[in-house]
């Protein structure tokens, strides 16, 4: 059972960064005290007890952490691999089930339902019946990636976070899975450091 659930999840995880970039959501949020000018150094947040935020899919974890390298050293970023450095990176994935329910008006813009009546005049009486089909309902399942990056200072306090929301496509190239994971990194960290 275990095992089934953690293949599930890896076949979510390796296409989460991969939804088009037009349907991503992103968000930052930052601790205001903090003079983010004075940030010069970082390394990778190191995760008690070996926990992977991929559940062992390396190639991936491998994928985000070279783009979000990139990123971050284009912006004049220092990685350092040993002693002490100004701020530490970390990320997460989520996926949830979501279901998006439509209605469409498919009667022509009259009421939907049944409709019936009778009148009488001064010389005739009558009959009218209408009806009218109810609006169409399409429910459709599928499943929504949350990609998260925080930013954490020397004092092991989190001084800025970027997060990236978005629908999960399936059936991606290699290169595709890739260039879509730079994208949303790149979006994500587009906002930091914050301005001041």
Same mark, same amino acid.
Request: hydrophobic share 35%.
């Given at each position: ?6 293949? +599930?999840?890896? #076949?979510?995880? /390796? $296409? ?13 949020? =930052? *601790? ?49 691999? +040993?002693?002490? #450095?100004?701020? /530490? $990176? ?13 209605? =469409? *008006? ?52 989190? #001084? ?37």
């Amino acid at each position: 059972m275990k095992t089934v659930w953690v293949g +599930s999840w890896l #076949v979510a995880v /390796s $296409v989460l960064l991969a939804a088009c970039s037009s349907g991503v959501s992103i968000d930052q949020d =930052y *601790n205001q005290a903090t003079d983010f000018s004075q940030l010069k150094t970082y390394h990778w947040y190191d995760v008690s007890q070996g926990q992977k935020n991929t559940h062992g899919n390396d190639i991936l974890d491998e994928r985000i952490r070279q783009a979000v390298d990139r990123e971050l050293q284009a912006k004049g970023f220092q990685q350092v691999t +040993s002693g002490d #450095v100004d701020f /530490s $990176v970390n990320y997460s994935i989520t996926t949830q089930a979501k279901t998006d329910i439509r209605s =469409y *008006n498919t009667y022509g813009g009259m009421a939907p339902g049944f409709t019936f009546g009778y009148g009488t005049g001064h010389y005739r009486y009558g009959y009218s019946m209408m009806y009218s089909t109810a609006p169409e309902v399409q429910t459709i399942h599928y499943e929504e990636g949350t990609f998260v990056l925080d930013i954490i200072n020397g004092g092991d306090k989190l #001084v800025w976070r970027g997060t990236a929301v978005g629908r999960l496509k399936k059936n991606l190239s290699v290169e595709e899975k890739r260039q879509a994971i730079n994208n949303v990194v790149g979006k994500v960290l587009d906002g930091f450091p914050p301005e001041s």
